[in-house]
């Protein structure tokens, strides 16, 4: 028999499920909350149901949004014909931290993965390719991660691409700024090999 | 502007302030949370809430309970007359799990440290002398950290009990079990020397 109150237990077992906290962290988080003053635990439950009501996917992008069409594809200031195709709104997020990208999104919440049951259909492919189809794009950048996973995934939207009037290209591969040759691993250096330029 | 709708960064923020939750990885785990289904977050939501609702401190040892008194002061195997004071619910769950003590607690919910603006008043201090002072205790086993705020609170708590007619002892410190003496740090060798056994 536990000697904690079993509503502790639940909590618990509940922060254990969150990616990346182990049953002894999840123990800490359920101490820090029931110690929290009772205001800050109802605000912090109010956010997750919150978050979980208001937030969808825009129907443009199908990036997360709290209106119909999200905040990226309805500034007129961004190029609707230049969409970047990343696999989650985390990759939204990266590309935005480079403050260099002008155009929109195209999220698929996901890869194509059989290991992990995740097949084509699963993504938001679909709805990239209506985008395509309807003439609205110039080009597509696949930016999937340079993973097996994602590169599978951009191959494939490569080839459903092809019969289409729209350029297709993906993010370069090489050596991260600020690295050291002495560190990059034979993928890297091989990839940066490959994709050398006029000096 | 952000390009994540403002529900996503309330609940990100309020993940962040949780303790060893960077915001990295409150952004993974906003994520985690508003791609589980509804009933899952629902359920984490309510458990939070439910959590602080239930959760009290026992009326007698001032651990966490939900009924007056807590299942290690309501059992009747439990010695009641030897009691382990231990700074927080956690320091129970430690000596539980040694699976060797017969005793009850009493945890103190922290330990006196000027820095951090705690002061004897803060802690549970007053209850555990009132137990002592209704001679309801034989020994008081001091069990706070052995850390430099542990052992200060140890010796407060220990001079208020001298005038009482109650054993008070402290865990013996040492090497760990299982432990190397190559990798023990000097304050735990001279410790494990001052406290060394006949053989």
Not at 66 to 83: F, I, M
Not at 118 to 128: G, K
């Amino acid at each position: 028999m536990s000697v904690l109150p079993s509503s502790f237990e639940t909590l618990s077992d509940k922060l254990a499920k969150l990616p990346g906290v182990g049953r002894k962290s999840a123990q800490r988080l359920a101490f820090h909350i029931i110690s929290m003053p009772d205001a800050d635990a109802e605000a912090f439950a109010a956010a997750i149901l919150d978050a979980k009501k208001t937030i969808r996917e825009c129907a443009v992008c199908r990036n997360l949004s709290e209106s119909e069409v999200c905040t990226v594809c309805d500034n007129p200031r961004r190029d609707p014909r230049l969409v970047c195709v990343v696999s989650d709104p985390k990759g939204v997020l990266a590309i935005e931290r480079s403050r260099e990208y002008g155009g929109v999104f195209h999220v698929l919440h996901g890869v194509i993965s059989p290991l992990q049951g995740v097949s084509p259909n699963d993504l938001r492919i679909r709805e990239l390719m209506e985008r395509v189809a309807a003439g609205a794009v110039d080009e597509v950048i696949l930016a999937t991660n340079p993973d097996v996973e994602g590169e599978t995934t951009a191959r494939y939207i490569a080839r459903l691409l092809a019969p289409f009037e729209v350029r297709t290209t993906r993010l370069a591969y090489g050596l991260p700024s600020g690295s050291s040759l002495e560190f990059a691993d034979d993928a890297t250096l091989t990839r940066a090999l490959e994709g050398r330029v006029e000096y």
